[in-house]
């Protein structure tokens, strides 16, 4: 079974400034896929970027980028240029590929919740 | 857009009741899911289903049940609600793609909160 550790409950960054949110999964699987979705106080969760594993190349979405180590089974979320907006709570998740019983399942890490500070 | 609504945001029943969580999704997903989120303990699969009147037990099945009917609505049942099953219930849906299973992103409806007294 694939866990997904995320070890800091809570951040905080002042606006403008670049803040690093930690992700590490453990599993068996040489292909997956790895996802950070952000959850604002209204609730609705958003993707904000994937990763496959496959890919050496990180993945980029205007200011969130990702650090993805693959041997270290790590998986951080780099936020540049922080805004008011971007203060949520943050999960990653992992993802199996579609076979067997697998259905494309996430597998969810605790959640950091980031407030950004004007 | 895709759209994932849940039929109640903040819900209050009483131990032993029934409880109905529905779930609509309007953009012809075949996979639903039913999640809960606690705090420390983030979002937890109960229930999945990849195609009408087809389900799977996600991780922590033990007290719900589930029925899809139909393709765009997937229900979560509490046959007898209890004091522990307090928590906010997230509904997501998915396409399946079978050549890119990457892109099958979850979208989120907004969550339900519920409160069993």
């Known amino acids: 079974a694939q866990t997904v550790t995320q070890s800091q409950p809570e951040m905080s960054v002042q606006e403008a400034e670049t803040v690093t949110l930690s992700c590490t999964y453990d599993?068996?699987?040489?292909?997956?896929?790895l996802f950070w979705y952000k959850q604002p106080p209204s609730r609705q969760m958003i993707l904000v970027i994937r990763?496959?594993?496959?890919?050496?190349q990180n993945a980029t979405e205007n200011r969130f980028s990702v650090n993805f180590q693959k041997a270290a089974k790590s998986f951080s979320l780099k936020i540049s240029d922080s805004q008011l907006g971007d203060t949520a709570m943050y999960f990653c998740?992992?993802?199996?590929?579609?076979?067997?019983?697998?259905?494309?399942?996430?597998?969810f890490g605790q959640g950091t919740i980031l407030t950004v500070h004007p | 857009d895709v759209k994932v609504t849940q039929s109640s945001r903040y819900l209050v029943k009483r131990t032993g009741e029934k409880v109905f969580l529905e779930c609509v999704q309007d953009m012809d997903h075949e996979n639903m899911f039913w999640y809960r989120q606690d705090p420390g303990l983030g979002l937890r699969l109960i229930y999945f289903s990849y195609d009408v009147k087809m389900k799977e037990k996600g991780d922590i099945p033990e007290g719900y049940s589930v029925s899809r009917e139909k393709k765009e609505r997937f229900s979560l049942i509490l046959e007898s609600a209890s004091t522990n099953q307090t928590s906010m219930y997230l509904c997501a849906s998915s396409l399946t793609s079978g050549r890119t299973p990457g892109k099958e992103t979850q979208y989120f409806g907004p969550g339900t909160r519920l409160l069993v007294l």
């Open positions: 990763q496959e594993a496959y890919k050496q």
């Open positions: 998740a992992f993802m199996k590929p579609r076979g067997g019983t697998s259905y494309g399942k996430l597998t």
């Open positions: 599993t068996s699987e040489n292909n997956y896929y």
